[in-house]
């Protein structure tokens, strides 16, 4: 089958960096990852299934693993060569009665899909993005589906996923809307961890840094589940900004403009760092050392700061955080969410759930065909700056492809 490969190469993976820092998406053309024939990965096991993606999402890590700007903290629970691709909507294909039904795949690969029994603490409560056990097990190391040797990933024309993490589509959703499902978990995952002790934000102010896919599913994650009085985006984009508008933010700012948008709307005086207030909680959703020192610059006084973008190795002075007893606490993946108001739920059903009542699928712009894979990461790279948000592989038989829209 035809598969993106990504190879341990530490030459080709230096030059990846190099070339993507002075052209940012251009680091594909000469790293590790390659377009080659692999053979289909085996079923590990009898509650296994093969998947057939249609569509696979390129995501902010994956454009820092195949632009070689990734931090070596994952080398220990991740194996290769491996098929990257983890935000997918495929089809079962393996010969069963439901052959070709769409489903979407939750690619955190924790204790059950490892065939752990008993299983670590954070999967029996749920937490299975916190799972203790991504290297052990039956499987090799991978702490997701698109990161592990042996279960394929999504830019491929074939992987296998454990029963655990298929989820089915329902007909009323396009494969636009059902290829968001993975993102948007990743966003509500963020922005439910904007409150400390699982209560609402109804008396609260909140910042969101970056109206990437991140930061747009955050922002209709807070509106839809954890709505703040005030709302705040950093967007840098004509079409992030009107987006981030349009999906619940108060008001949306060039991101040079949201400290002091921050420090007005709350009234806060401010000599050099030091805040008399700000906001409650500070969500970034880019995860530099420019965005997290902007997120200390405008959080209150013992306020909080989510990190949600993948950060990678910062240089920052921590010296107000100290000073002001900040919280700074981390955000990946999901599990199951606690919500004001509801029973506890698994963080893919409320994605389902908002990428419908929200309508995310259009937020998926550009497709391309894995042929196109240096053009498709370089497209993805400038995304914002290019009128897109979300850019896809498109793995469909050219028949049933739409018109390419990858301008």
């Known amino acids: 089958m035809k598969a993106l490969l990504f190879e341990r190469s530490l030459p080709r993976y230096a030059a990846a960096r190099v070339a993507s820092s002075v052209a ?10 390659h377009l080659t024939e692999v053979d289909e990965p085996e079923l590990p096991g009898p509650d296994w299934r093969r998947v057939s993606p249609i569509l696979a999402g390129i995501c902010g890590s994956d454009l820092a693993t195949v632009e070689g700007h990734s931090s070596r903290y ?52 749920g937490h299975t993005g916190n799972c203790e056990r991504v290297a052990y097990g039956h499987l090799k190391p991978g702490l997701q589906t698109g990161y592990c040797s042996d ?3 999504g830019w491929s024309s074939s992987l296998v996923a454990h029963r655990s993490q298929i989820h089915l589509v329902p007909d009323s959703m396009s494969d636009e809307e059902a290829v968001m499902v993975e993102p948007t978990a990743c966003g509500i995952h963020a922005a439910l961890a904007a409150s400390a002790t699982g209560a609402d934000l109804s008396g609260a102010t909140v910042a969101v ?55 007005r709307h709350t009234r806060s005086l401010a000599n050099g760092a030091v805040l008399t207030a700000g906001a409650d909680v500070v969500i970034d959703c880019v995860g530099n050392a420019e965005s997290i020192d ?47 108001g509801r029973s506890p739920a698994r963080t893919f059903e409320l994605a389902f759930e908002l990428v419908a009542e929200a309508g995310l699928g259009r937020l998926v712009g550009a497709r391309y065909p894995l042929d196109r894979f240096p053009d498709a990461i370089a497209h993805a790279s400038a995304a914002g700056r ?15 492809r739409p018109t390419w829209r990858s301008a």
Not at 24 to 33: E, I, K, S
Not at 315 to 325: A, F, M, V, Y
């Open 294 to 340: 902007s997120a200390l610059s405008m959080v209150r006084p013992k306020g909080r700061v989510v990190l949600a973008g993948m950060p990678g190795a910062v240089k920052i002075d921590l010296t107000s955080l100290w000073n002001r007893e900040v919280s700074l606490v981390g955000a990946y993946a999901y599990g199951v969410e606690s919500v004001p």
């Open 151 to 153: 279960t394929g990933g």
């Open 386 to 400: 290019r009128g897109a948000v979300k850019v896809v592989f498109d793995l469909r038989p050219a028949s049933r």
């Open 74 to 125: 994952f080398e220990p629970i991740v194996s290769f060569p491996f098929v990257p691709g983890h935000e997918v909507v495929g089809e079962l294909a393996d010969g069963g009665a439901d052959d070709g039904a769409r489903v979407v795949i939750e690619p955190v690969l924790g204790c059950a899909a490892r065939g752990i029994d008993p299983p670590c603490a954070a999967c029996a409560s």
């Open 209 to 263: 840094i970056g109206a990437g896919t991140l930061g747009l599913t955050v922002i209709a994650a807070l509106r839809r589940f954890l709505p703040p009085a005030l709302l705040l985006a950093g967007a840098k984009h004509p079409e992030q900004r009107r987006l981030a508008a349009s999906l619940g933010a108060d008001h949306v700012l060039d991101p040079e403009a949201l400290v002091r948008g921050v420090r």
């Open 24 to 33: 940012p998406g251009r680091g594909a053309r000469l790293g590790p990852l």
